[in-house]
Nanobody, 121 residues
Framework: QVQLAESGGGLVQAGGSLRLSCVAS????????VGWFRQAAGKEREFVGA????????SYADSVKGRFTISRDNAKNAVYLQMNSLKPEDTANYYC??????????????WGQGTQVTVSS
């Protein structure tokens, strides 16, 4: 079992930046691909991006490409989501998930509880 905990969310003005962290406990995260998803109020959970277990490749949704960057530090059992040039439409609860490397949330086995990001205009 892998337990995931997100942190780093908050309120930021449009154009600002935030860095989310996803830290694992229970088992090492280093053998898992990890994805980030988000869910805005009243909407479906959507894929943000993912990173391979060794950090060798990443993929991103078109809506965040060029603004968001996923990285990982396996020594710290952590994955990060750097979000720049934030827009009000980025407002959502952000989740990290382990086990998959796709945009399909059903491919992921383990989920965190989420951290809220609110971008004001």
């Amino acid at each position: 079992q892998v337990q995931l905990a997100e942190s780093g969310g908050g309120l930021v003005q449009a154009g600002g930046s935030l860095r989310l962290s996803c830290v694992a406990s229970g088992r090492t995260l280093s053998s898992y691909n990890v994805g980030w998803f988000r869910q805005a109020a009243g909407k479906e959970r959507e894929f943000v991006g993912a990173i391979r277990w060794n950090g060798g490749s990443t993929s991103y949704a078109d809506s965040v490409k060029g603004r968001f960057t996923i990285s990982r530090d396996n020594a710290k059992n952590a994955v990060y989501l750097q979000m720049n040039s934030l827009k009000p439409e980025d407002t959502a609860n952000y989740y990290c998930a382990a086990g998959g490397y796709s945009s399909n949330r059903f491919d992921y086995n383990y989920w965190g509880q989420g951290t809220q990001v609110t971008v004001s205009s």
